[in-house]
């Protein structure tokens, strides 16, 4: 089992909005809709984000948004503000086990 | 308060043996999965394995089977991973996570475990 792959940097300016994707295959991403998005600031622990492709915690701003198509999962980050600068991860669900994706940088221009 | 906590940092030489522990409190510690989750540079998440407190159902990632030992005392809310002989490469951060079922998402994070490895 391979880790999903993401971009390693991703960049937008406040009030914009950026998409970062994850990409598996027909075993994992593609496979099942338990495509999960968390969040993670310097020196703090990953924060769910986004549960079952599209679905968002209690708490998290819906300018966070989710998505799938074919084995290639989505973050969408709307109206960027300072504080979503963090580095994301995807994650999937994969026959028992659980796969993670490299992770993206975010920053905040 | 829903909250996992885990023991502190650790300093261990190649070949030591180690054990961490993840504490759960504000909920039925027996009735979620607690996973594993190394963090490295190089590599990001990488999922270690999980266990369910309520009857020791444990699974292990292919790429830890056999390195590590996922354990639970649902008696004291804790769980635990442990090596018998640590390696330098063993050096990374470690997350214990709650997750209801094991399709679902890691809902609760534990503050981490940093483990050094060096000789």
């Known amino acids: 089992q391979s880790a999903l792959t993401q971009p390693a940097s991703v960049s937008g300016s406040p009030g914009q909005s950026i998409t970062i994707s994850c990409t598996g295959t027909?075993?994992?991403?593609?496979?099942?809709?338990?495509v999960s998005w968390y969040q993670q600031h310097p020196g703090k622990a990953p924060k769910l984000m986004i549960y079952?492709?599209?679905n968002r915690p209690s708490g998290v701003s819906n300018r966070f948004s989710g998505s799938k198509s074919g084995n290639t999962a989505s973050l969408t980050i709307s109206g960027l503000q300072a504080e979503d600068e963090a580095d994301y991860y995807c994650?999937?669900?994969?026959?028992?086990?659980?796969?993670f994706g490299g992770g993206t940088k975010l920053t905040v221009l | 308060e829903v909250q996992l906590v885990q023991s502190g940092a650790e300093v261990k030489k190649p070949g030591e043996s180690l054990k961490i522990s993840c504490k759960g409190s504000?909920?039925?510690?027996?009735?979620?999965?607690i996973g594993w989750v190394r963090q490295t540079p190089g590599k990001g998440l990488e999922w270690m394995g999980i266990?369910?407190?309520?009857?020791?159902?444990?699974r292990y990632s292919p790429s830890f089977q056999g390195q590590v030992t996922i354990s639970a005392d649902k008696s004291i809310s804790t769980a635990y991973l442990q090596w018998s002989s640590l390696k330098a490469s063993d050096t990374a951060i470690y997350y214990c996570?709650?997750?209801?079922?094991?399709?679902?998402?890691?809902?609760?994070w534990g503050q981490g475990t940093m483990v050094t490895v060096s000789s």
């Open positions: 996570a709650r997750r209801t079922g094991g399709s679902n998402p890691f809902d609760i």
């Open positions: 504000g909920y039925s510690f027996s009735s979620y999965w």
């Open positions: 266990i369910y407190p309520g009857d020791s159902d444990t």
């Open positions: 027909s075993s994992d991403v593609g496979g099942y809709n338990f």
């Open positions: 079952d492709v599209s």
């Open positions: 994650s999937s669900y994969a026959s028992s086990s659980t796969l």
